[in-house]
């Protein structure tokens, strides 16, 4: 069974750049589109977008110009990078498989929470 | 953007009872692309339907989904202590991906 695993840091401060990892586990990167979803107590679950080992990746146009997404194929994860951090950038952040003949999220990390302060 | 609205905010229900979760679009989705998921504190959600009424492997029958165009419904026949949790509707008819803003399930 695959397994998702997020980490990266749990505190930063505004205007710093987040950087989070997903390892896949008992599975391959290159079998997915995989994805990022945050979730925050003022939002509810937001998608963030996806990347695939193609190098096609696709992300939500409310944080489009500070996000970037890769897979790295040779360490089996991929990755998040958000920039210039806010208060509101503030949440717990989930790794996310997409199945694609589904059409829905079939496999999910655990989260990780993360803080924006300084 | 598609907005998914869930109604009620709050449910609450007795064990043994039938639970109607509903979700509305606010445009037409196709129902391939619709789907629920349940979650519990601390925990990642967990797909319960997909194609608006097929369930995810190891989802009990008690669990069904319907619906289509911009009305979609979650049910429960008969609430499970383990089902009071909160639930969310997805749609990726089109982008960018987006979820409902969840319906709590609580014990009366």
């Known amino acids: 069974q695959v397994q998702l695993q997020e980490s990266g840091p749990g505190l930063l401060k505004p205007s710093e750049t987040l950087f989070l990892t997903c390892t896949v586990s008992?599975?391959?990167?290159?079998?997915?589109?995989w994805n990022w979803i945050r979730q925050s107590p003022g939002k509810g679950l937001e998608w963030i977008g996806y990347?695939?080992?193609?190098?096609?990746?696709h992300y939500n146009p409310s944080l489009n110009s500070r996000v970037t997404m890769s897979v790295d194929t040779s360490n089996n994860h991929f990755t998040l990078k958000v920039t210039s951090l806010t208060a509101a950038d503030a949440a717990v952040y989930y790794c996310?498989?997409?199945?694609?003949?589904?059409?829905?999220?079939?496999?999910w990390g655990q989260g990780t929470m993360v803080t924006v302060s300084s | 953007e598609i907005v998914l609205t869930q109604s009620p905010g709050t449910l609450s229900l007795s064990p043994g009872e039938r639970a109607t979760l509903s979700c509305w679009a606010s445009?037409?989705?196709?129902?391939?692309?619709l789907a629920w998921y349940q979650q519990k504190p601390g925990q990642a959600p967990r797909l319960l339907i997909y194609?608006?009424?097929s369930r995810a492997t190891g989802i009990p029958d008690r669990f069904s989904g319907s619906g289509s165009g911009t009305d979609f419904t979650l049910s429960i026949s008969r609430l499970e202590p383990e089902d009071f949790a909160l639930y969310y509707c997805?749609?990726?008819?089109?982008?960018?991906?987006?979820f409902g803003g969840g319906t709590q399930v609580e014990i009366k």
């Open positions: 996310a498989g997409w199945n694609e003949r589904n059409r829905a999220f079939d496999m």
């Open positions: 990347t695939h080992y193609s190098g096609n990746t």
């Open positions: 194609g608006a009424s």
């Open positions: 445009q037409n989705v196709n129902s391939a692309s």
């Open positions: 008992g599975g391959s990167v290159f079998s997915n589109y």
């Open positions: 997805q749609q990726y008819e089109t982008s960018p991906l987006t």
